[in-house]
């Protein structure tokens, strides 16, 4: 037998009552507790799964607390387990400080992390499914859930459709994703419907195989096709800004640099479970403080090396990659702007092997050639490598600021991550 190797608290609220599941079993009142076989418990729609094999009872995924800590919505009317009682939030206050930080505050939240969103989801779904002339057969499943967005996976005659809800920043993905499908550079997700009020919409399975468990050669023709379509997009800024594609100019990333730098409450944190213990030493954050004049100077070598402004994915590596008989197939396009492409290269450098990164490099970049002038990607590749891990840097600390202290703990692991590859990075460079 596999000993389990994570637990997590969970709050199972009854959606009719408001009443919170407690157990009793041990003869004391206590917040009930998932195990799992893995480091850490999946804070998304394998939690329903787990709750009802462990426990009994049906629910869904409401609002992580923390990585350990989450609350849970349950359908009206099931009757509490043996050994387990339903009762009011009060008698479970004190036991966990998450909890009652939840059941006290009045916070800001996304949409899907309150009561009724779900429901209101399905119906939207519904609704796209019948002005296609199709139908639902199932419950729908929740795939994501956190602070940035929400994913759910139904299924229907015809084949199965995902409904996403993002923050309003990111709203400009399914336009982009659309307007993309239509551009003959790759095949891209089908958008069938998008509402603007609720920032959601609907789009077919796009099937096909996950890239990150590709072979060498296939992360190479990942990097292939992010070049094919940043070379299809050298003269459609215009259209990419109208569809609401923001431009990252140099220099407005040097302008970040003083200020990320001198975050203490980033680079002096204690280590603790909302950063998973990742925190930067004394030395790590000095190490830091003291890149500002390199990146800058980084900044400013990019900017002139002669590399033109392109559609920027924003968030690329292989997990948002789809191998397909047809091609690879980009998505997640939540953060698509406009400026350098190598840019998008962050985790391609830095996550990959060094045979993967090698063979991927040289696929990408072979990409440029006859467009870009070889003098001019010899000048920005150097560059490129710090600058791409401050990029990333910079948009993780932004979702830490966007979503606020209840749900910075999505991010601030990534944060200390990709601060560890700016400071690896810059020696490097230097070296």
């Not at 599941?21 to 076989?37: A, I, M, N, W, Y």
């Not at 967005?149 to 995902?162: I, M, P």
């Not at 220099?251 to 680079?267: G, N, Q, V």
């Not at 033109?308 to 590596?317: A, M, R």
Request: hydrophobic share 45%; with cysteine; net charge negative.
């Amino acid at each position: 037998m596999v000993q389990a190797r994570s637990a997590a608290k969970v709050v199972l609220v009854d959606d009719a009552s408001g009443l919170v599941l407690c157990d009793e079993r041990s003869g004391t009142v206590q917040l009930p507790e998932l195990r799992f076989e893995s480091a850490w418990p999946p804070l998304g729609g394998r939690l329903s799964e787990a709750i009802a094999a462990q426990i009994g009872v049906c629910g869904r995924v409401l609002e992580p607390l923390d990585f350990v800590t989450v609350v849970m919505t349950a359908g009206p009317g099931q009757d509490a387990p043996v050994g387990y009682s339903w009762r009011p939030p009060a008698d479970v206050y004190g036991q966990v400080t998450v909890v009652d930080r939840f059941l006290d505050q009045d916070r800001w939240r996304p949409p899907w992390y309150r009561t009724g969103w779900a429901e209101r989801a399905d119906a939207y779904v519904d609704e796209v499914l019948a002005a296609t002339g199709r139908r639902r057969l199932g419950d729908s499943q929740q795939v994501k859930h956190w602070s940035l967005s929400a994913v759910l996976r139904t299924a229907a005659d015809g084949g199965d459709v995902f409904l996403k809800s993002g923050l309003p920043p990111y709203a400009h993905e399914p336009a982009v994703t659309s307007w993309l499908a239509t551009q003959g550079c790759g095949p891209f997700a089908t958008i069938v419907a998008a509402a603007a009020p609720d920032a959601w919409w609907v789009a077919n399975d796009f099937g096909g195989a996950d890239g990150q468990k590709g072979s060498p050669a296939d992360q190479a023709r990942i990097l292939a096709q992010l070049c094919r379509v940043q070379v299809a997009m050298l003269d459609q800024t215009e259209a990419l800004f109208a569809l609401g594609c923001r431009p990252l100019r140099m220099a407005d990333l040097a302008s970040t640099i003083p200020d990320l730098l001198s975050r203490d409450d980033l680079w002096a944190a204690p280590k603790e479970l909302r950063n998973l213990h990742r925190a930067f030493d004394a030395h790590e954050a000095t190490q830091l403080r003291g890149l500002g004049s390199f990146l800058s100077r980084c900044c400013a070598d990019l900017e002139t090396a002669g590399m033109p402004d392109t559609l920027i994915h924003g968030d690329f590596h292989p997990g948002n990659a789809v191998l397909r008989a047809d091609g690879v197939l980009l998505h997640d396009w939540s953060f698509a702007a406009i400026g350098n492409p190598l840019l998008d290269l962050a985790c391609a450098r830095y996550d990959a092997s060094p045979e993967q990164a090698a063979a991927g490099f040289d696929a990408y970049l072979s990409g440029w050639s006859g467009v870009v002038d070889p003098a001019a990607l010899r000048r920005a590749w150097r560059p490129a490598g710090p600058i791409s891990a401050f990029a990333e840097l910079v948009k993780f600390v932004g979702l830490v600021d966007l979503v606020g202290e209840a749900h910075a703990f999505n991010y601030l692991p990534v944060v200390y991550g990709w601060a560890r590859r700016l400071l690896g990075a810059c020696a490097a460079d230097r070296a």
